[in-house]
């Protein structure tokens, strides 16, 4: 039997991540894995409804972190731990480090109330690995420019970003077991090629 995975992709709007979402899935496939694939904020009924207020409506600071670990809260309960309880792997679009990085870094809220956030609603459950796509601020804003209906975290200026992506390679070096930090401003057929290094070495653990 195939060991169950908890596999997620962080990243600053624009880095790319959800295009290599699927060729993931599919190396996981291949290689004999049932696999659950999801995301964040979102996974189940309450949380895509929990998504839309989130991407859309303003709101204060703490009520936008509350509701990201209330809709995370319905995702592990719903989706990621029965989906591990019954060996299936899971590969989600963003967790946890996306709060850290958004609400913390982006926006500044104090990370000692998310790490309070994180004790409370997944104490155990961390994800195996976690593939972080990383590329220069005028790279992703140069992709977020050419989407269509940003949303509003799409629409914050670059020293959000900045503050955004600072976040997310601090906790890359504070958990290097389980990060693995992808050059994504390469040709998809080479970023593609790492990746299958990467899955196969977390396979063969």
């Keep these: 039997m ?5 596999i997620t992709f962080e990243g600053i709007d624009g880095a790319g991540k959800s295009t290599h979402i699927p060729f993931v899935v599919g190396l996981l496939q291949q290689a004999g894995h049932k696999v659950i694939s999801t995301r964040e904020p979102g996974g189940t009924k309450l949380g895509e409804q929990l998504r839309d207020l989130l991407l859309h409506q303003a709101m204060h600071l703490e009520t936008e972190a509350l509701l990201m670990f209330a809709a995370r809260r319905e995702h592990i309960a719903q989706v990621i731990e029965p989906a591990l309880a019954r060996g299936d792997t899971v590969v989600s679009d963003r967790f946890t480090d996306a709060s850290f990085a958004y609400q913390g870094g982006g926006r500044k809220l104090a990370l000692s109330k998310l790490d309070a956030l994180e004790n409370w609603v997944h104490p155990h459950l961390q994800p195996d690995l976690t593939l972080l796509f990383d590329v220069p601020l005028e790279v992703a804003r140069t992709r977020l420019d050419a989407a269509r209906d940003p949303d509003k975290f799409e629409q914050e200026q670059s020293n959000f970003f900045a503050d955004t992506r600072a ?5 890359a070096a ?3 077991e389980r990060f693995r930090v992808i050059n994504s401003n390469r040709a998809i057929a080479d970023i593609q090629h790492e990746l299958t290094q990467i899955i196969a070495s977390v396979l063969a653990a």
Excluded: N, S, T
């Design 2 to 6: 195939k060991k169950a995975l908890f």
């Design 167 to 171: 976040e997310y390679l601090r906790r």
């Design 174 to 176: 504070e958990f290097p």
